[in-house]
C-alpha cells in the first residue's frame, strides 16, 4: 500500500507519521505522479507547527509543496503529458488531499512541468521552490536587469543561492549577506560578487563601497525584522526593494525610504500557468547552460522525516534538505 506522511495535530517533528492508504485517482484536469523524491521547506514547518498563512485543516493533514517523480495516471481528457514523463510539481499547499510528501500525489496538470534534462532526482526535488521564488521575486516582480547591483540577504539558503545563480544568469551584480564571517569564501564561490557578513561589516557603507557610491539597484529582503532599515539604507534613492521572506520573527520597522517596496508570495506567480511557463522556461535553459544548479544540504529516507525537520529546524543547513521515496 503506498505510504503518506501526515499529521492530526500542531506540534513539534514528531507529529509527522508515515500511514498507508491508497493512492488518489486523478479528477479532472489532473495527473497523478509517483514521487521519487521531495524538499523540506521552512513553510511545511509552519503548517504543522500551524503558524502558516495557509489553511491547514486537520486530522490527517498532507504537507508538501515541491518534488519529482513520474507521471503515474492521467485523468481521461488530460493533454500534454503522458505516463512515464518525468516531471516536477509546481504546486501551491493544499493539506487537505495533495503534498508531495507521499509516494503518489495528484496535482493539476498545469502545475507540473518537465524536469529539465541533466539534473538528478535530488536536484530536481530541489529547484522549484527556491529557484521560482527568486526568479518571480526578481525578474517578474522587480525586473531585475543586467548591471544591477542586486543585495540579497539570507544568501546561504536556498533561496539566497538561487538568486545569486539568477542574477548571474541575467547579467546582473550579486552581493550577498551572511550573519557569519565564515561563509564568506563559500557565498564567492558560490557565484555572489561580494560578500558582507554582519558579524563583522556594516552593510550600507559596504553596498555603497561596492556600487561607487550609488547603492544597490534592488534588495532582495528574505528576512525582514529590526535589519530591514540597514537594506533601506544600502539601496540606491529609486530603487526597489522584494520583501520575499521572514526568517526574522520581530516586528519590522515601517520602511521610510524613496524606494518601491513589494510584498511577494510565489503562488501570485505559480497560478498563473503563463508565468509558470516562462519559469519552466528560464530554469531549464539556465540547468542546460550549467548557470543553474539547486545546492543540496542532506538527503533523508522517508521513515525520517521528524528528523528531517529537526534538521531543518536546527538552521545549520546550507541549502535544500531532500526526503527520497
Ligand atoms: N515568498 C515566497 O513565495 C517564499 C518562497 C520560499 C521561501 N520563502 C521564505 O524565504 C525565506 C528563506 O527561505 P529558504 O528556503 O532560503 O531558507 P533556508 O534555506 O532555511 O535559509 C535560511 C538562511 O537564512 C539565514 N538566516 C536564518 N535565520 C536568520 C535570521 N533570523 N536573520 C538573518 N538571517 C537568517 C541563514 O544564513 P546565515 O547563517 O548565513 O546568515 C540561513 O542559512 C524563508 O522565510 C521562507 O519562508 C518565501
Do not use: C
Amino acid at each position: 500500500m503506498p505510504r503518506v506522511v501526515v499529521f492530526d495535530q500542531f506540534g513539534g517533528p514528531d507529529v509527522l507519521h508515515v500511514v498507508e492508504e491508497p493512492a488518489a485517482e486523478p479528477a479532472a484536469g489532473e495527473v497523478r505522479v509517483r514521487i521519487e523524491a521531495f524538499a523540506v521547506n521552512p513553510l511545511d514547518q509552519m503548517m504543522r507547527a500551524g503558524n502558516s498563512p495557509a489553511p491547514v485543516p486537520l486530522p490527517h493533514a498532507r504537507l508538501g509543496v515541491e518534488g519529482t517523480g513520474v507521471v503515474d495516471a492521467l485523468a481521461p481528457g488530460t493533454t500534454g503529458l503522458a505516463i512515464g514523463d518525468p516531471v516536477i510539481l509546481a504546486a501551491v499547499p493544499d493539506a487537505s488531499v495533495r503534498g508531495s510528501y507521499a509516494e503518489y500525489t495528484t496535482a493539476p496538470a498545469s502545475r507540473v512541468i518537465a524536469r529539465p534534462a541533466g539534473l538528478g532526482v535530488t536536484e530536481a526535488a530541489a529547484i522549484w521552490v527556491a529557484f521560482s521564488t527568486a526568479y518571480g521575486a526578481l525578474v517578474e516582480k522587480a525586473g531585475l536587469r543586467p548591471g544591477d547591483h542586486v543585495l540579497i540577504t539570507a544568501a546561504s539558503g536556498a533561496v539566497g543561492r538561487a538568486a545569486i545563480q539568477i542574477a548571474n544568469q541575467i547579467g546582473a551584480v550579486p552581493i550577498a549577506v551572511t550573519r557569519h564571517t565564515a561563509k564568506k569564501q563559500e557565498l564567492l564561490a558560490a557565484g555572489a560578487a561580494e560578500v558582507i557578513a554582519t558579524d563583522h561589516d556594516d552593510i550600507a557603507p559596504a553596498v555603497r563601497h561596492r556600487t561607487g557610491g550609488a547603492g544597490a539597484d534592488l534588495v532582495l529582503d528574505l528576512v525582514m525584522g529590526p535589519g530591514q532599515p540597514d537594506l533601506l539604507k544600502a539601496a540606491r534613492p529609486g530603487g526597489t526593494l522584494v520583501a520575499a521572506g521572514f526568517l526574522d520573527p520581530r516586528p519590522t520597522p515601517f520602511p521610510a525610504a524613496p524606494l518601491t517596496i513589494f510584498r511577494y508570495m510565489g503562488f501570485e506567480h505559480t497560478l498563473d500557468p503563463v508565468v509558470v511557463n516562462r519559469m519552466a522556461a528560464f530554469l531549464t535553459a539556465g540547468v542546460r547552460l550549467g548557470a543553474l544548479r539547486p545546492a543540496i544540504d542532506q538527503v533523508f529516507a522517508l521513515d525520517d522525516i521528524a528528523e528531517a525537520h529537526r534538521h531543518l529546524e536546527k538552521g545549520h543547513h546550507a541549502g535544500k534538505i531532500i526526503v527520497t521515496v
